[in-house]
């Protein structure tokens, strides 16, 4: 019984990751909504909660110094 729910469960997280992971067809031609226009264009910010001082502080640094690059 715990095999049959294992391999179940292991099917479902596979077909996820496949359906998550394929490409978007939907959108065959025409003109696209997506992307900025250029002039106008809305600047999206992110806010981001990491540590910089103590125990953890290596992977603060990491995390800001990769955001900065972004």
């Known amino acids: 019984m715990k095999k049959r729910l294992l391999v ?3 099917m479902v997280l596979v077909f ?6 394929s490409s978007n067809s939907g959108n065959s031609g025409g003109t696209s909504t997506s992307g ?4 106008g264009a809305d600047t999206i ?3 981001v909660n ?11 640094v990491d995390l ?4 900065q690059m972004a």
């Open 8 to 10: 179940a469960l292991s």
């Open 16 to 21: 996820s990751l496949l359906i998550g992971c």
């Open 36 to 39: 900025s226009s250029g002039s």
């Open 45 to 47: 910010k992110v806010g």
């Open 50 to 60: 990491y540590e910089l001082t103590g125990a953890v502080a290596s992977y603060g």
């Open 64 to 67: 800001n110094d990769g955001l």
